[in-house]
């Protein structure tokens, strides 16, 4: 199936930053509900919507492939990757549990103050998208407020992430983040769990008062819980 790409990229971009930001636009794109696993993707095609040349679409389909959202096929192009399940995503959460632990140990070494202030600011706005979930019939939550909420969710790991100071955990934690929430959105999870991911969140705010230690081991009751609910829903969309 080929994307039409319909009504996407209407906002041209300048040559200011051009490969970063096509990046980024071709990964909101990969993020959409519209994408389905399988859907070829036209680097003609999204380079003409995007109003750029398909160099810098080629090279950003090449980083989004390290990412797992997207799979090659020789002589045939790329195309968007299957969700993750069984011992794929075990692996994922495995790797999850281990870089995000440390994440928010070497986070805490810094100016705690300063990094719960960020965090929860960061909260504040994810509290607010989940009220409005919350607001609406489980099932009948449209999917551009989830979507919402996915993003609110991984600003707030990232503020953790941006406190390390380590570009290479960034790195690690863009690949493994796509691919949790991507795969989340697929399987049509997530609008039922929008309050406990919030006050798991606000446990990791608390706890950086308390310890570094205190702090990681909030991180991992959190990445546990939710790879209990990726599980179910993987189970679900199945």
């Known amino acids: 199936m080929t994307s039409t790409m ?13 490969r970063d930001r096509v990046y980024d636009r071709v990964l909101e794109f990969l993020m959409g ?5 399988g859907m070829r993707l036209s680097i003609d095609g999204l380079a003409r919507t995007l109003g750029v040349s ?8 090449v980083q989004l492939e390290r990412t797992g959202l997207v799979t090659r096929e020789a002589n045939k192009g790329y195309r968007v990757a299957p969700p993750l399940a069984g011992d794929q995503l ?15 140990e070497l986070a ?28 609406i019939e489980v099932g009948t939550v449209p999917d551009e407020l989830m979507a919402r909420f996915f993003r609110t969710d ?16 960034e790195e690690m934690s863009e ?13 049509g999870g997530g609008d039922d769990d929008t309050s406990r991911a919030v006050a798991e969140h ?3 705010l608390d706890a950086l008062a308390i310890s570094p230690s205190a702090a990681v081991s909030a991180m991992r009751v959190h990445i546990d819980n939710v790879r209990v609910r990726s599980r179910a829903d993987a189970s679900h969309g199945a």
Do not use: K
């Open 6 to 18: 319909a009504g996407f990229g209407s906002e041209r971009i300048t040559q200011l930053g051009l």
């Open 33 to 37: 509900h519209d994408v389905e696993p």
């Open 54 to 61: 398909p160099t810098p679409v080629r090279e950003a389909l």
């Open 90 to 104: 075990e692996a994922l959460f495995d790797a999850r549990l281990i870089v995000e632990s440390g994440a928010v």
């Open 108 to 135: 805490a070494r810094g100016d705690v103050d300063a990094l719960r202030e960020r965090l929860d600011a960061a909260l504040a706005v994810q509290a607010e998208v989940a009220a409005e979930v919350a607001a």
């Open 154 to 169: 991984w600003d707030f790991h990232q503020v953790l992430f941006d406190a390390t100071h380590n570009p290479f955990l």
């Open 175 to 187: 690949i493994i983040t796509t691919r949790v929430h991507r795969m989340r959105q697929i399987v």
């Open 202 to 204: 606000r446990s990791i």
